[in-house]
């Protein structure tokens, strides 16, 4: 996933990162601008009113107007449901549209949500990316790095997605345990 989002990033793609609670979604786009956007902007919409995602929007918009936007601007915690998507439509369409015309990559990050949602269906020029479980091959190779024995990898990453359903979260969890 860090390297598919690396790749968008380059591209100077809009991305939106869907998932469900606590899958990463927020680790992933640090993990993806840190190393080649690290001066990129991070806006927080964390337990902000529809309305104030609205006027940040608007804002950020303007900002990006003036021309003083770094290569990639993160927004992140952005609520996808149908109510808050008609209220803040317009403005988020706005930051795009001059994103773009800046020459400025966006990745968007979902509280929760789905790739049903009406924002999915709306922005058709929006690359998914939808943070799912951890397969078991993948937790064996986490479980190597956190210096398990190469003969114990696969067990100990089995008993993990038998106990996690390969949440990524809980996984971790369970591996430093």
């Known amino acids: 996933l860090t390297n598919r989002l690396q790749k968008l990033i380059q591209q100077r793609k809009v991305v939106l990162i869907t998932g469900t609670v606590y899958k990463g979604k927020t680790t992933l786009a640090q993990l993806g601008a840190a ?27 303007q900002r990006i107007d003036i021309g003083i936007v770094p290569g990639l601007i993160i927004i992140d915690d952005l609520d996808i449901t149908e109510k808050a998507y008609r ?12 994103a773009y ?3 400025c990559g966006v990745i968007l990050t979902a509280q929760g949500g789905t790739q049903s949602s009406s924002i999915v269906r ?3 020029n929006v690359e998914l990316l939808e943070v799912g479980a951890l397969a078991n091959d993948e937790l064996a190779a ?3 790095s956190h210096e398990c024995p190469p003969d114990l990898a696969q067990v100990w990453a ?10 990524p979260k809980l996984a971790q969890v369970r591996l430093e345990e």
Not at 87 to 98: F, G, I, K, P
């Open 35 to 61: 190393s080649l956007c690290p001066d990129a902007w991070w806006v927080s919409l964390t337990e902000r009113s529809i309305k104030d995602v609205d006027n940040l929007l608007l804002a950020l918009g």
């Open 87 to 98: 209220a803040y439509h317009a403005s988020l369409q706005l930051v795009l549209h001059r």
């Open 101 to 103: 015309a800046a020459g």
């Open 122 to 124: 709306d922005l058709a």
């Open 142 to 144: 986490l479980c190597l």
């Open 158 to 167: 089995t008993l993990i997605v038998a106990s996690t359903q390969g949440h």
